[in-house]
């Protein structure tokens, strides 16, 4: 009955690696360009143009904005740079797609900006589970950026994992 319980997980190298550590907090806002165009299809310029002026753009500050249509309008591609430079006033950043887009852009951006030294030669699991909604695209992307500097990857939790490389 002396015999202690030791966490092997615990003392064990291996790097657990959380995506959610990485989500960016801010206020995500989908925008549909097709409320500006008449019927929603037809983009008259000067009604477009002048909507955009009148349009209170300081509602969407400090937002993470994504940008599309909703409908099959065909748009000149100033339509949507017009809306881009109003909102690049007030917005923290803006996307052309939906919001998934813009979640996956803020994921590629926050693994683009890490020091990926702290990993090199070390087992690293990416855990799997988390509370946020973190895209597929984010999870291949990291993987991509991991493998050539590990000496191992796994995916899920260090309880039960799939080894996914090891060098």
Not at 67 to 91: E, F, H, N, R, Y
Request: glycine fraction near 4%; aromatic fraction near 10%; charge should be negative.
């Amino acid at each position: 009955m002396g015999d202690e319980i030791v966490n092997k997980v615990a003392q064990s190298v291996l790097i657990t690696f959380d995506l959610e550590d990485l989500y960016v907090e801010g206020v995500r806002t989908q925008i549909d360009l097709s409320q500006w165009l008449e019927q929603g299809f037809i983009l008259r310029e000067k009604e477009f143009r002048a909507a955009i002026t009148s349009h209170d753009w300081s509602m969407y500050q400090e937002h993470y904005v994504a940008l599309s249509c909703s409908t099959d309008a065909i748009l000149p591609a100033w339509a949507s740079l017009l809306i881009t430079a109003q909102l690049s006033k007030v917005s923290k950043q803006t996307v052309w797609g939906s919001l998934q887009d813009l979640e996956h852009q803020l994921f590629l951006q926050a693994i683009d900006q890490l020091d990926l030294s702290f990993f090199e030669g070390k087992p690293v699991i990416v855990k799997g589970c988390s509370e946020k909604e973190i895209p597929e695209s984010a999870f291949v992307y990291l993987i991509q950026k991991l493998q050539p500097v590990v000496k191992s990857l796994f995916y899920g939790e260090a309880c039960s994992s799939v080894p996914l490389y090891k060098r």
